[in-house]
């Protein structure tokens, strides 16, 4: 089931971001472009900008290709710095401050700026106190106080040209060339810094987030990896400006290995040490070095290193957010409570609890939306690339986006695609988020029995986790995604921890906007998520969820379908997995057939598609082998031939298999085929005549049991949630004696099946009184209906008209038609009444190799809008009294 849902507050919402998402469009386009915007369209080569507005930065240098918010409070920097922005040059000088002791400076900037002291230090004392070498930083953007740089080049201050703003000329400092004999070592060093580098990436998700502020990631060189490396490689700024000042490129790299090789053991560190590692550990680490060394020999496990806790202070997670918090894109009551445990953690109190907390909610998506795409045309490709048929399904989908398109917003209901297994629920659900252009989540919620999991766990103790839909968020990186929450149908029951509530209130549109998780304890805004539910049996869903959802049924597939879905998806995709070459293996169309007809009668192609898994997995196997063999022979051959010292001659065989050898080259590693090699080919070719090789003896014991129905058996049509299924009435005598009449069921029966089979008797009885009133069998016989298959429950009162047809067959001794099946309630005067899942029936009844049907009068329309391949061939009639049934079942000419 596909539930589309969106809150009716994501107007408001979506007006009230607005402005933030078009800042954020704004900024981030000027990020990913290095090239200068319509403000800055004059800008000058980099080379001649040499005078600069010096500022000074108090945590940290900026290194070129990263981006660094800054908060600027003198009103008189601000304005040069504007006037640089909009004119020639939009660029500054950033210089690390040497010393940040002074409290009189630490005090003047608050836990979320950089820093800002321009209007404490004037002048030549500003001068003195930072460092010569530093950053030409382009000027992004200024918003208020807010300045954003994005480091560019190194720059060395030669003189001081204005006091206030402190303004200085600089020279660009390059990078020393290097030999080309050195060129060997430094690639040497720099492939060393590469692969330590992505296992500090693995190790922890804080620097795989100063990854992403990083510009020039496409465009390595030695040079720029030493930068990218001390960008990420959480040094202290005394290191970061060291690897600034170095110009020597391979020195540079050497110093970011060991840089990196620090990190990885203070990782190790925290982990043994995890009271101390709270305290900064940035002078701890040289003189552990030797104690983690000697620890790591001895649990002898370099990967534990990788999966132990870092140990960061608060800023590293301020660093996280900083952008975020710059943009306004986190809401101020997380900034509040963000603020809060960055303090904590700046007092020392850095329990696990509080990293752990810290973690989830500074990696939250804040703001960060996908950008919707309403493009009907393309999502209807989509669609249809992947997916046969679903016409009904597709159709409301392109609805909900054409909506979108008009709106610019994608308010629409929740979409629950209810279907039996193998439809493709799950798969069409995925292409939404595709067409959309959102990401996509499942979230499993069958069995799902504790609203923790949902709504997460309390802060008490320390393996407390946030819920799925946190946990999502975070997995996703966008606070719009797609989110499948599968089998709705299979929520499990409990009273105590109660999921069904902690569902509605995720998708209730009046509660998801300030949705609480209990171990985030900050609301968080969940009305951008696209829900989309899948069930099996939407009578299975409580009434409260289902209000809240509109259910699009997939009814399952005719095999003219099954098909097209086999022959133009399965096929190709199981192929492509399997990576064997298209030209390898032909399955004829008979084959796919034959699977659809005896092995795998089902509503949908789950099982169809294991079988193809099934042929090809083996098709790959006698590939290998053959390729195993042909290696084999040809190094026996190889070594017979050097034995025989080039006196031996080539046989056939071998040169056969050197044929055989280039053709599996090309099959598993790809490389070309050459002519010759096709012609050697071993093209597979799967008909009827060998599939029983691949896939076994057909498994498949079809519906019916009987070629002949004998007299007192009826066929019926039933629905479950696996799809539509016959099902056969059987009645048998018992005994007869006067005043003995009565019924006897069994078949694993509900109540209301049996009151069905009660009624049915009566109405029997008084049809075989009408039509012949000398006739007293109900009256003296003791009857026996059964339904097999026995050990299957079932129920509903469909199957009425079934059970009088199949009495009076044995009442009459006349057995009906054979190609006849029924469904229809019928009442105690003989009228019928509408049934459900008409074309789950009408399927069950073609794979049964019925040709009349009977429904109710009432369900001809469903029978009408059903497609021509599900109609065709089969004769229906609609009957609104008993007596047509009567007729249609018995009136005919042996
Ligand atoms: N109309 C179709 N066209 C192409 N492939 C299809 C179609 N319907 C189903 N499939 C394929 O069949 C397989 C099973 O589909 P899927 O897992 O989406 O079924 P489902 O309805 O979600 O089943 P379940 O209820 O068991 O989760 C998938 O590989 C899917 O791509």
């Given at each position: 089931m ?8 994501v ?47 108090l ?7 990263f ?10 920097i601000?304005?040069a ?16 401050l040497?010393?940040?002791?002074d ?11 950089t820093?800002?002291?321009?209007d ?8 003195n ?14 918003q ?8 560019r ?32 070592i ?5 492939f ?15 620097w795989?987030?100063?990854?992403q502020?990083y ?7 030695y040079?720029k990896?030493?930068?990218f ?10 290191k970061?400006?060291e ?14 290995k060991?840089?990196?090789e620090i ?8 982990s043994?040490?995890?009271e101390s590692?709270?305290?900064t550990?940035e002078?701890?680490?040289e ?5 983690v ?19 960061v202070?608060?800023?590293?997670f ?53 950008d ?18 679903l ?12 909506v ?11 979409i ?26 499942r ?7 504790d ?13 407390a ?7 999502c ?8 995604p ?5 089998e709705?149908?299979k929520l499990g ?9 902690a ?21 968080i805004?969940?009305s951008?998520?696209l ?18 959802m ?7 597939y ?25 030209e390898?293996?032909?399955?004829s ?21 294991k ?5 090809f ?13 042909a ?13 025989a010292?080039g ?9 056969r ?5 280039k053709v599996?080259?090309?099959?598993v ?56 299924s ?24 509900g109540?209301?099946?049996?009151e ?7 109405v029997?009885r ?5 039509k012949d ?6 009256a ?7 339904v ?5 429950p ?10 009088i ?12 038609r ?16 509408p ?10 009844a073609r ?11 009432a ?14 061939g ?6 609104d ?14």
């Amino acid at each position: 089931m596909l539930k589309l849902f969106t809150s009716h507050h994501v107007a408001s919402r979506l007006r009230n971001r607005s402005s933030h998402k078009l800042a954020r469009r704004a900024f981030l386009s000027t990020l990913t472009d290095s090239k200068p915007t319509d403000t800055v369209s004059a800008k000058p080569c980099l080379e001649d900008c040499q005078t600069v507005i010096a500022l000074p930065l108090l945590r940290k240098p900026l290194i070129p290709g990263f981006y660094m918010p800054l908060y600027v409070k003198d009103p008189k920097i601000l304005a040069a710095l504007q006037e640089s922005k909009s004119g020639q040059a939009p660029y500054a000088g950033a210089f690390l401050l040497k010393d940040d002791k002074d409290p009189s400076i630490s005090s003047s900037y608050s836990s979320f700026e950089t820093v800002n002291i321009l209007d404490k230090l004037k002048g030549k004392e500003l001068l003195n106190k930072i460092h010569q070498v530093g950053t030409l930083a382009q000027i992004l953007s200024i918003q208020g106080e807010q300045v954003i740089l994005i480091g560019r080049k190194r720059l060395q201050i030669t003189e001081m040209v204005n006091e206030d703003p402190l303004t200085v000329k600089t020279h660009h400092i390059k990078d020393k060339p290097y030999d080309k004999k050195d060129k060997v070592i430094i690639k040497a060093t720099y492939f060393e810094v590469i692969s330590m580098l992505r296992e500090v990436l693995e190790t922890t998700s804080l620097w795989r987030d100063q990854v992403q502020t990083y510009t020039q990631a496409n465009d390595f060189n030695y040079n720029k990896l030493a930068d990218f490396g001390a960008g990420i490689s959480g040094a202290n700024k005394h290191k970061i400006q060291e690897v600034l000042e170095e110009l020597d490129v391979h020195k540079r790299l050497d110093l970011i290995k060991k840089q990196v090789e620090i990190n990885k053991i203070q990782v190790f560190h925290a982990s043994i040490f995890p009271e101390s590692a709270a305290k900064t550990v940035e002078d701890k680490k040289e003189s552990t070095l030797k104690t983690v060394e000697d620890k790591k020999e001895e649990s002898g496990s370099a990967k534990y290193v990788k999966k132990t806790r870092p140990s960061v202070s608060a800023d590293k997670f301020r660093e996280r957010v900083d952008i975020k918090l710059l943009m306004e894109e986190i809401p101020k009551h997380v900034v509040k409570v963000m603020e809060e445990n960055f303090e904590k953690l700046d007092r020392g109190e850095n329990s696990k609890s509080i990293y752990n907390y810290l973690d989830w909610l500074t990696a939250l998506p804040w703001g960060k939306c996908s950008d919707d795409n309403f493009d009907v045309l393309r999502a209807e490709k989509i669609l249809d690339e992947d997916h046969y048929g679903l016409r009904d399904v597709k159709e409301r989908i392109l609805e909900f986006i054409a909506v979108g398109t008009l709106t610019q917003n994608p308010e629409g209901k929740i979409i629950c695609l209810s279907g039996p297994p193998g439809v493709g629920k799950t798969s069409i659900a995925r292409s939404v988020a595709r067409a959309l252009g959102r990401k996509f989540f499942r979230l499993a919620v069958g069995g799902l029995s504790d609203s923790s999991e949902i709504k997460g766990d309390r802060r008490v103790y320390s393996e407390a986790m946030p819920g799925k839909m946190v946990q999502c968020l975070k997995e996703v990186g966008t606070e719009n995604p797609l989110v499948l929450l599968d089998e709705i149908d299979k929520l499990g029951q409990s009273r105590k921890h109660d999921p069904e509530g902690a569902l509605l209130e995720l998708l209730d549109p009046q509660q998801n906007a300030h949705f609480l998780d209990y171990f985030l304890d900050v609301p968080i805004d969940l009305s951008k998520v696209l829900f989309v539910c899948t069930a099996n049996d939407t009578d299975l869903i409580s009434g409260p969820l289902l209000d809240r959802m509109e259910v699009i049924e997939l009814a399952g597939y005719t095999a003219d379908e099954k098909m097209h879905i086999a022959r133009d998806y399965l096929v190709k995709t199981v192929q492509r997995k399997c990576g064997i070459k298209p030209e390898q293996v032909d399955v004829s169309d008979g084959a796919l057939l034959f699977l659809i007809e005896n092995y795998c009668r089902e509503a949908g192609v789950r099982n169809l598609q294991k079988q193809i898994e099934k042929i090809f997995r083996k098709i790959a196997l006698k590939l290998v082998r053959q390729q195993a063999a042909a290696k084999e022979a040809m190094a026996d051959l190889k070594s017979s031939e050097a034995a025989a010292k080039g006196s031996i001659e080539l046989t056939n065989e071998y040169l056969r298999l050197a044929d055989v050898l280039k053709v599996f080259e090309y099959a598993v590693g790809g490389g070309p085929m050459s002519e010759e090699s096709r012609e050697v080919a071993e093209n597979f070719m799967i008909d009827e005549s060998n599939l029983a090789d691949y896939v076994g003896k057909p498994v498949f014991r079809g519906e019916r049991i009987y070629g002949q129905t004998p007299v007192g058996v009826v066929m019926g049509l039933a629905w479950t949630s696996m799809g539509g299924s016959t099902l056969y009435i059987e009645t048998t005598f018992v005994e007869e004696g006067e005043g003995k009449g009565g019924l006897h069921i069994t078949g694993h029966l509900g109540s209301v099946m049996k009151e069905s089979a009660e009624i049915a008797h009566t109405v029997a009885r008084r049809i075989m009184f009408d039509k012949d009133p000398e006739n007293l069998f109900f009256a003296n016989s003791k009857l026996h209906l059964h339904v097999p298959e026995g050990a299957t429950p079932k129920d509903g009162p469909s199957a009425g008209c079934t059970m009088i047809t199949s009495l009076l067959s044995l009442a009459m001794k006349k057995p009906v038609r054979n190609d006849l099946a029924m469904t229809g309630e019928v009442t105690l005067t003989g009228r019928i009444l509408p049934i459900g899942g008409l074309k789950e029936k009408t399927m069950a009844a073609r794979r049964s190799q019925v040709k009349v049907i009977i429904f109710p009068e009432a369900n001809r329309r469903d029978f009408e809008d059903l497609e021509e391949s599900v109609k065709e061939g089969l004769d229906v009639h609609f009957v609104d009294e008993y007596e047509q049934i009567f007729e249609l079942a018995f009136g005919y000419d042996h």
